[in-house]
T-cell receptor
């Protein structure tokens, strides 16, 4: 029973393509996140949704568009992929944005842009 | 803005030796602090968290950390390293709405 799952695990694509990464959590959490981990292992938050509503939107290029069809899912769509988008993308979830608690991370999606 | 600094991108210890991973924070308000561990090709897993209760926090796998306001530190320790502790460790601080700000990570290497 995977708590936070992501698909695909690996994604290799050409520059200029559009791709999506899907995330699902079965923990009943209200809040979900997308993080980007670069080649130096630096982790930075990109977006956060609470009950399908966007609450954190960092300075991310507008080629990145998150979508939350329901509170158990948060997908990430990336348009016109660039070399610099190559990274590992992690989805995470937590009980509620207003409560300080543990964030549960998915296994990550390694995106390689050629 | 809140931030954390992890001193040492790599720390090497022998099996059975003390593990000490350093984290200093910067915050204008009382912080909430976390240590996460990342094993190779996996997501992050919470080791422990400080949320303004006891200053000495015990976590999983024998790790603990002490919040020291006077030193703005939240160092992670384990009395005796095990080979399975080899991983990347991240210190993090919240800025509200659970927005985690991570340090740059410390890779722990454990030799037999």
């Amino acid at each position: 029973d995977t708590a936070v799952s992501q698909t695909p695990k690996y994604l290799v694509t050409q520059m200029g393509n559009d791709k999506s990464i899907k995330c699902e959590q079965n923990l009943g959490h209200d809040t979900m996140y997308w993080y980007k981990q670069d080649s130096k292992k630096f982790l930075k938050i990109m977006f956060s949704y609470n009950n399908k509503e966007l609450i954190i939107n960092e300075t991310v290029p507008n080629r990145f568009s998150p979508k939350s069809p329901d509170k158990a899912h948060l997908n990430l769509h990336i348009n016109s992929l660039e070399l610099g988008d190559s990274a590992v993308y992690f989805c995470a979830s937590s009980q509620a944005a207003s409560v300080v608690g543990e964030q549960f991370f998915g296994p990550g999606t390694r995106l390689t842009v050629l | 803005a809140q931030s954390v600094t992890q001193l040492g991108s790599h720390v090497s210890v022998s099996e059975g030796a003390l593990v000490l991973l350093r984290c200093n924070y910067s915050s204008s308000v009382p912080p909430y602090l976390f240590w996460y561990v990342q094993y190779p090709n996996q997501g992050l897993q919470l080791l422990l968290k400080y949320t303004s209760a006891a200053t000495l926090v015990k976590g999983i796998n024998g790790f603990e950390a002490e919040f020291k306001k006077s030193e703005t530190s939240f160092h992670l320790t384990k009395p005796s390293a095990h080979m399975s502790d080899a991983a990347e460790y991240f210190c993090a601080v919240t800025t509200g709405f659970q927005k985690l700000v991570f340090g740059t990570g410390t890779r722990l290497l454990v030799s037999p």
